[in-house]
């Protein structure tokens, strides 16, 4: 009878043993059903690599994308850059955290915005067979009235004189090398000499 009951105890211990290893199986085979259940899950999800705000949305949920779609278009509200085709014949003027003074047409032109020089693509852009560099602005301070798309005006100011005449280059006459102007003097249109600055 001891040994009868050693060798059922023994049975019963193995099938038991195998019970619990096909358990812990079992388990390990739920846990990878549910992780692959919890990745087609966040698959299903966009998720923007930046913070913002959603200012296009160009698709519905259940229509189709592509890999090429763009789908949201997203702005990040702590920046907003401001993008103009500079000519060639000027870039080499402008430096990097130049003044710029910018008017926004939405905003009306008693409203000037200082803005700074971020960066200068290296590469060309040609726009009607001239060629431009695309010049990046950001605004000193944000202003809540801003948008995205919006126009703005820049001057930026490359080189300043003070205390200095200014006239128009029509009126400027070269000759042998001298700069000449016509003026108004003791009722007669007389020629000066000038020498030329800022252009």
């Known amino acids: 009878d001891i040994s009868n009951a050693s060798i ?4 019963n211990s193995n099938s038991a043993r195998a019970s619990y290893n096909s358990a812990v199986a079992s ?19 966009l998720y923007a690599p930046i913070d913002g705000v959603i200012a296009v949305k160009n698709k519905q949920i ?5 890999a090429s779609d763009q789908i949201y278009f997203i702005i990040n509200g702590n920046t907003l850059e401001v993008v103009a085709n500079v000519p060639e014949v ?14 926004l047409d939405a905003l009306g032109p008693e409203e000037h ?17 001239v060629v431009y560099y695309k010049t990046h ?12 798309g919006m126009s703005v005006n820049l001057t930026i100011i490359v080189d300043e004189r003070k205390n200095v005449l ?9 000759q042998n090398g001298d ?8 009722r007669k249109v007389v020629e000066k000499e000038i020498k030329t600055g800022l252009k």
Request: aromatic share 6%; charged share 35%; net charge negative.
């Open 90 to 103: 000027d870039i080499s003027r402008i430096s990097l955290m130049d003044g710029v003074d910018g008017v």
């Open 62 to 66: 259940g229509e189709v994308a592509t």
């Open 113 to 129: 915005f200082p803005l700074d020089v971020i960066r200068i693509d290296p590469d060309q852009t040609t726009v009607d067979g």
């Open 27 to 45: 388990l390990a085979t739920a846990k990878v059903r549910y992780e692959i259940a919890k990745r087609n899950l966040d698959d299903t999800r």
């Open 8 to 11: 059922t105890n023994q049975l």
């Open 179 to 186: 700069n000449f102007v016509k003026v108004l003097s003791n």
């Open 137 to 148: 602005f950001e605004f000193e301070d944000l202003d809540a009235r801003f948008k995205s």
């Open 166 to 174: 200014v006239v128009p280059r029509s009126t400027e006459r070269r």
